[in-house]
């Protein structure tokens, strides 16, 4: 394969992820409107199923992507494929797409992230909730050596600054 014959697989797997791309921010709004309103379970476990099967779509277009400029023998980065765009795209219609493509991924991490926002501060609702019920107080969380949060059994400050 050379970069002129790579307009039309390029152009397939670029529809493709946009596609996908668009049917997972619907999906990722719908999930949010779910999480919102509190109510119906399962109708959230089957947007989570469908989210799941969309992310999937999106790591197999991925690794196309990334089969393509191995056989161009291009490396894979953002480099790569602006000069894959620009060898087999004389008229820019790809990159066009590719550009809302980007868009489109960048709205969905915006969203998901929205909806992980929801997610934990419900978590931390319930949690709290909890602990009233059990009459347990809740533990300060620390960093861990390697940067994870972790409670803090020793309840130990260890620097303090004003």
């Known amino acids: 394969m050379n970069l002129q014959n790579c307009r ?27 999480l919102s309103a509190s109510g119906n379970v399962e109708a959230l476990e089957d947007a989570c199923e469908a989210r799941q ?9 991925q690794d196309e992507r990334r089969g393509m400029l191995r056989l161009l023998n291009l490396p894979d980065n953002v480099g790569s494929l602006d000069r894959l765009l620009s060898g087999c795209d004389a008229d820019g219609k790809l990159r066009l797409q590719w550009v809302q493509t980007l868009d489109t991924a960048r709205r969905c991490r915006e969203l998901n992230d929205r909806n992980g926002a929801l997610v934990n501060a419900r978590m931390r609702r319930v949690e709290g909730l909890l602990n009233v019920l059990t009459g347990r107080r809740a533990s300060p969380t620390m960093y861990g050596p390697q940067g994870q949060i972790a409670p803090d059994r020793d309840h130990r400050m260890l620097t303090a600054q004003a």
């Open 8 to 34: 039309e697989p390029l152009a397939r797997l670029i529809n493709e992820e946009g596609r996908t791309l668009d049917e997972l921010a619907a999906l990722l709004e719908r999930e949010h409107s779910l």
């Open 53 to 61: 099967i969309c992310m999937g779509t999106l790591l197999r277009v």
